[in-house]
């Protein structure tokens, strides 16, 4: 068995990862295009991660006629155009519509068990993870820093999700109250989930969850569903911070303690418009991005970075 091999094995066949740095400092970016240059893994190497997230459309290989050709030749290219030093640091994914086979797709896409095998198969999940024996690709791991546990949650908000209401670019409220992001059988187990014991969870959705004022995907697109998520956050009593992707601007976003941090894009920069919100923190930045999180056992520092590695954003959440 190779070295490579090995670390991918166990990166994702433990469930409690331990980490003995003074720091631990996790990695979060989305919109990977396999055709175009990657340069932004240049100043990620220099973060010296322990971990790295990907937050959906980590491939391109979503087709307007909903087949699986172009995604298979995505994920080939892909797997040669990622950075070999992601082998030596731990690796965790969600999908988004890109990477799940149709722009802005849900519940209804055909092919949806299909594309779930090929993602397996890329990400080289084992068969005994959970995410190999059911639907939908969301998961949970445990981190274990300092004294700390670190419980770290991906969301799979594709798979079960409802059809959304309105032209693309132009979504509206979908006020049907069996309407749903996550499903039934993903709602309960992330409610049994939340109430596990830990020091600081990460929730991880490939769609925004506090933005609510620009037209495009988002959890407000299902008001009930945003609303659902954040009472139960909050009912937790935990130290939680959301992170995103999807929207090819990053940002960093506040709703009362409840922190997100947008990264996105990795090398699919996004339009030069003006764009704000009622729960955004600064501005949001079009450019290509990352997000860092580094973690202590009294704070959390939260970045957005540029290609550069110069910080676009920042705070720090006490805990």
Known sequence: MSKTTILIFLVFFTSLYVNSGEKLTIGFGSCLHQDHPQEIWNPIKEEQLDRFFFLGDNVYGDSPLGHLIKMKKAYKTQKDSLPFWLNDISVDSIWDDHDFGKNDGGRTYRLKKEAQELYLDFWEIPESDPRSIREGVYFEKKISHKNMTIQLIGLDTRYFRSDLKGPKGNYEKNLDPKATVLGKDQWNWLKNKIKEKSDLTLIASSIQILAKDHPYEKWENFPKEREKLINLINESKKNIILVTGDRHRGGIYKLDNLYELTASSLNRPGGNFKESDNLL???????????????????????????????????ILDI
């Not at 990352?290 to 540029?306: M, P």
Request: aromatic share 8%; proline share 0%.
């Open 281 to 315: 923190i600064g501005n949001t930045y079009n450019q290509m991005n990352y997000g860092i999180l580094e973690i202590s056992e009294d704070k959390v520092e939260i970045f957005l970075k540029d290609i550069n590695g110069n910080i676009l954003e920042s705070e």
